[in-house]
């Protein structure tokens, strides 16, 4: 690994990384525990903005993983504190689930169709037309755009469904208007984490396991990165890009040790 100051933060990312397909990672449950157990502050990282944090730790605590509500971050919350911080008491036209509505309510956001601050798409397993034919109408009136990530697809037991990013590009194409993506690979997502716990980033780590948003981020926000190849990057594809990870492990499993 590089020479930098001690990682007294981590933040990992979720699928891939400590549970896959539904089932935890080989040693995710131990990288937790010592995690815990160390009192290191850390944050699991997830673009998913459809759940509250309370929803992701009871579907983690099934698959064997216990990681509190206070330690998940998702693009939802960065989402709410980043309008918080640039129009706060704001109003929102939201398209999205609990977790997106949730947290710009405990942002002290109003939820309107009338005449919003900002329309905000999240990702919703229901997209509806008449709700983005609202949202469309608004930023044709002047609502700015923003939307949690950019993922264009997401998995479901019958396959891909349209995700976000698919959902933003059409609003896009009808308006003309490019959305504000607050998720992952944006480094805005690892900053608002980094500030949710106070760390710094010359002493935190970010693991992921994608090389275009994960591993990104965390390279422009400063952070210490590494890649496990649990999850969707390879290790014959880390050369296509122009950037390297700080280090590759193989899994979690092999970070247990350098948690102090």
């Known amino acids: 690994m590089n020479e930098r100051k001690p990682i007294e933060c981590w933040l990992s990312d979720m699928d891939g990384v400590l549970v896959h397909e539904g089932s935890p990672v ?14 290191k502050r850390f944050l699991v990282l997830t673009n998913n ?7 992701l730790s009871v579907r983690l605590r099934g698959a064997g993983l216990e990681v509190p509500p206070e330690a ?28 997106l509505t949730t947290a710009l309510h405990e942002s002290g956001y109003i939820l309107t169709d009338t005449n919003p601050d900002y329309v905000v798409l999240g990702e ?23 939307a949690t990530n950019p993922d264009a697809v ?16 059409m609003i896009t194409k009808a308006t003309g208007v490019e959305p504000y993506f607050v998720g992952k690979p944006n480094p805005m997502m690892m900053r608002s984490a980094l500030n949710a716990i106070d760390g710094h980033s010359e002493s935190t780590a970010m693991i992921g396991d994608r090389m275009d948003t994960d591993i990104v ?25 122009p950037f390297r990870p700080s280090s590759v492990v193989q899994s979690v499993a092999d970070l247990i040790d350098l948690i102090e």
């Open 26 to 39: 080989p040693g995710a449950d131990e990288f937790i525990r010592r995690l815990r157990d160390s009192g």
């Open 49 to 55: 903005s459809i759940y509250t944090p309370r929803d």
């Open 72 to 99: 998940i971050w998702t693009s939802a919350l960065a989402t709410a504190r980043f309008l918080d911080d640039q129009r706060p008491g704001g109003s929102a036209y939201v398209i999205g689930e609990a977790g």
């Open 124 to 146: 919703t397993r229901t997209y509806s037309f008449t709700a983005i034919t609202r949202a469309i109408r608004l930023i044709d009136a002047g609502s700015r755009f923003i």
């Open 154 to 169: 997401g998995p479901s037991n019958e396959g891909s469904l349209p995700a976000c990013g698919a959902v933003a590009a």
């Open 217 to 241: 981020s965390g390279m422009e926000a400063g952070l210490h990165t590494i890649l496990v190849l649990t999850g969707v990057t390879s290790k014959e594809q880390i050369d296509r890009y």
